[in-house]
């Protein structure tokens, strides 16, 4: 095994390279070491965290399973030792966690931070992989991990003069570590997905006047968010090996068991009476304890859709802004958002809220956002909640080469081509984390990185035990799992709603679903893969 030399060409050798150091980078570089491998990781950031050190934007929370289980599981002692204060943990508190994580198991020993990988190529001849850095340097792996983040790359918006404005403007997903006041100020935030959704009641607590730039309504449930107390973390810590299995065996990795319940199965009255418990409940409960047949029935979806539309209208008093707040699409089919006292933030004097469908961007000024209908609004700052170029955006953003010097997005022109959602024809030892055609934003993931990775794990031992010196996927393998994906995921309502798990928010992106749904399922096939020999691949022997 390479052990982090130099060779004569100034490039360093390891087993392992590593892109990112988020939440599965940091699990990679810890797996790759117990295996006895070599290992180095690279990121853009100052320290560890991934998506959690950029997007640390006001109102930042885990907006999936709730604190305690957004964690790792790999070490028992984790779940002992650390205490989260609140079931949807502030994305700071996440960040501690993270960092306590790198710490524990010394991580920060094999990452080099402060450096993109500008250049990943690989040769056939060594059946290695060379990567270039924005600092220099160079270094060689047999195994490029990819863990760049499914949600990293920022979507920026192009609006006519949108460079000329001379006041502050703020991503949430790069978001200043530094503090942003708001006080005082005139705001315009755009974007109303996950991130605009938490950051504006929070914004408009403090700013003189908040502009909300509604590209697209949205549904979105109470977070339900409380703190956790010293009993809950103790039968949190009592139950962890029964949670665990569950977690393993549930669809979405979520510490529950399976849902039973079909909404057309029980009437109208029925229907609205549960969705009303699981609102005062809140957090992921409507889809944990709702109905099943939500996302794959119209009718079953316009129950729902229905019940939160009325909610929206009960709480915002203004009828003509409760009804610019109604979504049109199939509830769900958009990513499920979680929200701490949005709707109720309409019913503030300082915020305006204006509906880009009806009333667009015309253009910015140095000063103002200039829309068709309402026309000049003189802001002080921009706030762009405009979401990421998800998924496949950072590793295309890389578009590493593979065999004969082919890029990746030569390869991914009409449609995400992979096997498994983790390795790609012409692309021998790459490995995605979380990519295009794996369940990755559908599951709990640290979870879901843990599993990827341990089989990646298993996979590379299978090569050394067979003398092996690299894989790639067939040809028909890609072109058999993507139309799994897809069938899986036509047999839903997901496809039918423009939405980023379908690319339509960037220009010229592949226009497909490209998540798979059946996250269950998923891990079961690559348990059979493994079974199999690692049935689809191609294997090379060893130079």
């Known amino acids: 095994m390479a052990s982090g030399k130099q060779s004569n060409e100034s490039i360093e050798e390891f087993d392992v390279l590593i892109i990112g150091a988020g939440v599965s980078g940091l699990y990679a570089i810890h797996h790759f070491r117990e295996m006895g491998l070599s290992v180095r990781a690279y990121d853009g950031a100052k320290d560890v965290g991934g998506t959690w050190w950029y997007n640390c934007y006001p109102g930042a929370r885990v907006d999936g399973p709730g604190s305690p289980y957004y964690c790792y599981t790999f070490s028992d002692e984790l779940m002992e030792e650390w205490d989260w204060e609140e079931t949807q943990s502030e994305g700071s508190a996440v960040l501690e966690y993270i960092d306590h994580v790198a710490t524990k198991f010394d991580l920060r020993r094999d990452i080099q931070f402060e450096t993109w990988v500008q250049d990943a190529r690989y040769d056939d001849a060594t059946q290695r992989w060379t990567i270039e850095t924005s600092r220099g340097d160079r270094a ?7 863990a760049s983040g499914a949600l990293s790359t920022a979507n920026m918006p192009n609006y006519e003069g949108i460079h000329d404005f001379a006041g502050e403007v703020h991503h949430t997903g790069q978001w200043p570590h530094e503090p942003v006041s708001f006080e005082g100020k005139r705001v315009a935030v755009m974007g109303t997905g996950s991130s605009g959704i938490q950051a504006i009641p929070e914004i408009a607590k403090t700013a003189d006047h908040v502009t909300v730039l509604q590209r697209t309504a949205q549904f979105a449930f109470p977070a339900g968010n ?112 979680l929200e701490d006292g949005y709707w109720e ?6 915020v305006e809220l204006v509906d880009l469908r009806e009333d667009p961007i015309v253009r910015f000024t140095e000063n103002s956002v200039v829309t068709a209908t309402s026309g000049e609004h003189p802001i002080d700052m921009l706030v762009l909640a405009t979401g990421f170029d998800a998924i496949s955006g950072t590793i295309l953003k890389l578009n590493p080469k593979g065999r004969g010097g082919v890029s990746l997005k030569e390869r991914w022109t009409d449609r995400f081509h992979n096997y498994l959602g983790m390795v790609v024809k012409d692309f021998p030892n790459m490995f995605m984390i979380h990519g295009p055609g794996s369940p990755g934003v559908f ?3 640290p979870l879901g990185a843990e599993r990827q990775i341990g089989w990646i794990g298993d996979l590379i031992r299978f090569l050394d035990e067979h003398g092996y010196g690299a894989a790639e996927p067939a040809a028909e393998s890609e072109e058999a799992w993507g139309n799994e994906v897809q069938g899986i995921a036509n047999a839903t309502l997901f496809p039918k709603t423009d939405s980023w798990w379908t690319g339509a928010n960037v220009e010229g992106k592949p226009r497909y679903f490209s998540a ?9 096939r690559l348990a059979d893969v493994a079974s199999k020999e690692y049935a689809g691949f191609e294997f090379e022997a060893a130079p």
């Open 140 to 146: 060689s792996g047999r195994f490029l991990i990819c």
């Open 443 to 445: 599951y709990n993931m």
């Open 516 to 524: 798979y749904l059946g996250g269950g399922i998923y891990y079961m």
């Open 226 to 337: 409380r703190p956790l107390t010293d009993e809950d973390r103790d039968e949190a810590r009592k139950l962890w090996d029964e949670t665990k299995a569950m977690m393993l065996a549930h669809s979405g990795g979520f510490p529950h068991p399976g849902n039973e319940l079909a909404a057309l199965d029980f009437t109208p009255e029925e229907r609205n009476a549960h969705y009303e418990k699981l609102w005062k409940i809140g957090s992921f409960r409507f889809f944990l304890n709702g109905y099943n047949d939500v996302a794959t029935s119209e009718e079953a979806n316009a129950s729902l859709s229905d019940f939160v539309r009325g909610k929206i209208r009960e709480i915002v008093k203004d009828p003509e802004t409760a009804e610019k707040l109604m979504p049109d699409h199939y509830v769900m089919t958009k990513r499920p958002i």
């Open 345 to 350: 933030t309409y019913n503030r004097d300082n």
